[in-house]
T-cell receptor, first 115, second 114 residues
Framework: NAGVTQTPKFQVLKTGQSMTLQCAQD?????MSWYRQDPGMGLRLIHY???????DQGEVPNGYNVSRSTTEDFPLRLLSAAPSQTSVYFCASSRGRAIGGNTIYFGEGSWLTVV | GDSVTQMEGPVTLSEEAFLTINCTYTATGYPSLFWYVQYPGEGLQLLLK?????DKGSNKGFEATYRKETTSFHLEKGSVQVSDSAVYFC?????????????FGAGTRLFVKA
């Protein structure tokens, strides 16, 4: 029972480099999202998707791109890494729209350091 | 916009002490409320939730009651254990849009001493 799987778990990048954080879920969830977690700021939404082919911006989208070509996968791309993007990144998924709100399932996180 | 405010941590308690972590919210609609827990080195996982006023969510000895009149959802546990040491996040989401725009508080770190 894999749930939400993120890779890599740890990554060090140099300023200006690009990379992709991979995310896959095996629960057939419609909704997927990316959050970043910074000390004292909780989780902030970067991008989200409500289904294959549909993505939208969250609270802090600048410097990141996403795509959703399949239900299972939702990669996050850093276009040109900056030290301000040093953070812990969480991919998450949930079922589609439901009255009462849905539980979010999180991956284990990706620790990214930009030097 | 919608927001969640939690008490700042860290909170340090002795084993078997009573725990309260305060959470208040601001929302334009009628949200569902959640508590998530993050153990060291892991992602967040749902602890409990409540979807309408006066509902009480409970799990693993933790409880929280949805108080619409005070816009609060305080987390309580009668007797904490060392294994409860973690970061706790209060969160809200619109009842009609599902989880993709869930808003989280800053988190409260709990340390429980043996």
């Amino acid at each position: 029972n894999a749930g939400v799987t993120q890779t890599p778990k740890f990554q060090v990048l140099k300023t200006g480099q690009s990379m992709t954080l991979q995310c896959a879920q095996d629960m057939n969830h419609e909704y997927m999202s990316w959050y970043r977690q910074d000390p004292g700021m909780g989780l902030r939404l970067i991008h989200y998707s409500v289904g294959a082919g549909i993505t939208d911006q969250g609270e802090v989208p600048n410097g990141y791109n996403v795509s959703r070509s399949t239900t299972e996968d939702f990669p996050l791309r850093l276009l040109s890494a900056a030290p301000s993007q040093t953070s812990v990144y969480f991919c998450a998924s949930s079922r589609g729209r439901a009255i009462g709100g849905n539980t979010i399932y999180f991956g284990e996180g990706s620790w990214l350091t930009v030097v | 916009g919608d927001s969640v405010t939690q008490m700042e941590g860290p909170v340090t308690l002795s084993e078997e002490a009573f725990l309260t972590i305060n959470c208040t919210y601001t929302a334009t609609g009628y949200p569902s409320l959640f508590w998530y827990v993050q153990y060291p080195g892991e992602g967040l996982q749902l602890l409990l939730k409540a979807t309408k006023a006066d509902d009480k969510g409970s799990n693993k000895g933790f409880e929280a009651t949805y108080r619409k009149e005070t816009t609060s959802f305080h987390l309580e546990k009668g007797s904490v254990q060392v294994s409860d040491s973690a970061v706790y996040f209060c969160a809200l989401s619109d009842r009609n849009t599902g989880g993709f725009k869930t808003i989280f508080g800053a988190g409260t770190r709990l340390f429980v001493k043996a």
